[in-house]
């Protein structure tokens, strides 16, 4: 009975979560503050150590929001999309989930600039938007972590409402106000209708 109450509790979190998500993002907020406050929130939710987002740029990933103490890596790290664990997950457009020796991993890059490269366990998901990866979200521990399937599936769902969100955020305000949404909907074509 307990492992049932604490897994109803643990989906309550995630739900919450995801709630907290949606409505930071249709604040009229900077995409940055709005990115900063989606990696504090991952990382309470996570018990991590550090929160990672990347976003494309060309042919690079560039860092673009982090929970860690060092603001001045923020747009100057960088690495192609064939470097790393990170740019993996970009390519293949598959989530990488290691629980310990992380730096060991083949595909693993090393910064000198972040600490975080020697942290154990790694869970990093694609971010999409309009079924393309725009971005990569890593979630570090120092020590080994098993990752359960909630906290993967939790990850790979904010992946996709950053990639929402960087969608919106090329809209101005005068241009969703302007825009004719149902007319949007109904010149798509026709809602399939069941067999």
Not at 164 to 183: G, K, P, T
Request: hydrophobic share 40%; aromatic share 4%.
């Amino acid at each position: 009975m307990k492992d049932v109450e604490a897994r109803l509790e643990r989906t309550e979190q995630q739900l919450r979560l995801f709630q907290k998500i949606s409505r930071f993002m249709v604040r009229e907020l900077s995409l940055q503050d709005v990115l900063k406050g989606i990696v504090d929130m991952i990382v309470e939710f996570m018990g991590c150590d550090s929160c990672l987002i990347y976003l494309i740029d060309g042919s690079e990933l560039v860092l673009c929001a982090s929970n860690t103490p060092h603001p001045s890596t923020i747009g100057k790290v960088k690495l192609k999309l064939s470097e790393g664990i990170t740019g993996w997950v970009a390519r293949e457009r598959r989530m990488v989930a290691i629980s310990r020796e992380a730096n060991r991993d083949s595909r693993f890059k090393f910064f000198s600039d972040l600490p975080e490269d020697t942290f154990e366990a790694i869970l990093s998901v694609p971010v999409i938007a309009r079924n393309r990866v725009v971005g990569v979200i890593n979630v570090q521990h120092r020590g080994p972590h098993m990752h359960t399937g909630g906290e993967m599936e939790t990850l790979t769902t904010i992946g996709e409402q950053v990639g929402c969100l960087l969608v919106l955020a090329r809209m101005s305000a005068q241009a969703v106000e302007a825009a004719n949404h149902a007319e949007l909907v109904l010149s798509s074509g026709p809602i399939p209708q069941p067999r």
